[in-house]
């Protein structure tokens, strides 16, 4: 299994962004997927989750309003999407996939796959 993502880079405040994430050898539509952040000298923190079938997206209270999570079954793929970017956005992005279907979407420990990240830094 790997998950590959993609989209990060040097943005300015107030700019969005839209990461995308691509599963390979996994079916797809059978894992809850999510978006966790890292940011320098902190833990891993949650972003985001969506279901297998995409029907319920969760977001870290941080999250809402700004963020927005998707999925494309046929594509492999996930995307998050971030509006209105701030310097607090700055940090590594991770994709995660997770067969368990226990409903702890902001537990690390649900998730059995992560990506390589990608980097998102935002100038003000």
């Known amino acids: 299994v790997e998950l590959v993502e993609s989209g990060g880079g040097l943005v300015q405040a107030g700019d969005s962004v839209t990461l995308s994430c691509v599963g390979y050898?996994?079916?797809?539509?059978?894992?809850?997927m999510a978006w966790f952040r890292q940011a320098p000298g902190k833990e891993r923190e949650f972003v985001s989750a969506i279901t297998s079938t995409g029907k319920s997206s969760i977001y870290a209270d941080s999250a809402k309003g700004r963020f927005i999570i998707s999925r494309d079954n046929a594509e492999n793929t996930v995307n998050l999407q971030i509006n209105n970017l701030k310097p607090d956005d700055t940090a590594v992005y991770y994709c995660a996939a997770a067969w368990s279907k226990r409903r702890d979407y902001e537990n690390k420990e649900k998730y059995t796959y992560w990506g390589q990240g990608t980097q998102v830094a935002v100038s003000s």
């Open positions: 050898r996994l079916i797809f539509s059978q894992y809850d």
